[in-house]
């Protein structure tokens, strides 16, 4: 982090989309088909308890949807110019943008540990921690890009992390406060998550050239992501 002032943009993608496939697997594996066997213990149907995952999915798309809506935010185009006063509003934009983003991987990973299933919770928080390092290590450089210096643009970079735990309090009192909650607690964490990829950062690493790269990375953070799980 130290050493590196600028990542060239097909490195961003490559990195972005790296965390967008665990990311991806995480909502999968780690969420999705536990809150299917949740909800189809305590419903009583496995139609009636994927129905209740379906909506619960969906809902969680539908508040990160409204959240996008109205917290300002926007991803940062390095290739951009501009004023340094322009460039520098448009970076913060960038990092409340990785902050609001951070905030379901944390309610995840809160949900996960309050199911009372450590291992799940110990995979989702390995796999979230390894896609934070691009995201973090983003934020950092491009900080550093107007001038701030490296000690302050690692501990923003860190910083923008930090909503995680809040996200982890609020999913895991939720959960604890009532078990039933689980399987919607749990496709609500994996509907944002997906929001997310779907919506930003598929899209995003895409759009400059290098989508080949992207699709191929964004696999390879699957498949890490799902083999961490069967691991764990």
């Given amino acids: 982090m130290f050493t590196i002032r600028q990542l060239s943009r097909k490195m961003e993608d490559g990195l972005l989309s790296l965390a967008a496939g665990i ?11 536990p809150a299917l066997e949740h909800a189809g213990r305590d419903y009583g149907s496995e139609l009636i308890g994927a ?8 809902l969680g798309a539908a508040v990160l949807y409204a959240i996008h809506q ?11 110019e501009g004023s340094n006063k322009y460039k520098l509003g448009r970076i913060w934009l960038f990092v409340i943008a990785i ?6 991987e944390g309610l995840a ?6 199911g009372g299933e450590v291992k799940n919770g110990v995979t989702l928080a390995i796999g979230i921690g390894l896609q934070n390092i691009p995201e973090g290590l983003a934020v950092a450089v491009a900080l550093l890009s ?27 009192t939720a959960v604890s406060s009532a078990a039933v909650l689980m399987p919607w607690a749990l496709a609500f964490a994996a509907g944002a998550m997906l929001f997310i990829i779907s919506d930003e950062i ?13 699709t191929f990375t964004l696999m390879g953070g ?10 764990l």
């Fill in 202 to 214: 598929i899209p995003e690493t895409h759009n400059n050239g290098n989508q080949n790269l992207a």
């Fill in 99 to 104: 902050t609001l983003h951070n905030f379901p």
């Fill in 23 to 33: 990311m991806l697997a995480a909502s999968f594996f780690s969420l999705l088909l």
């Fill in 70 to 80: 109205y917290a300002p935010h926007q991803h940062f185009d390095s290739r951009r």
């Fill in 222 to 231: 699957f498949v890490l992501m799902m083999i961490l799980d069967t691991a």
């Fill in 109 to 114: 990973v809160g949900v996960g540990f309050a």
């Fill in 51 to 58: 129905l209740a995952v379906g909506a619960g999915t969906l």
């Fill in 146 to 172: 107007v001038g701030y210096t490296a000690l302050r643009s690692a501990l923003i970079g860190i910083a923008s992390g930090l909503i995680e735990p809040v996200g982890g309090l609020i999913g895991a």
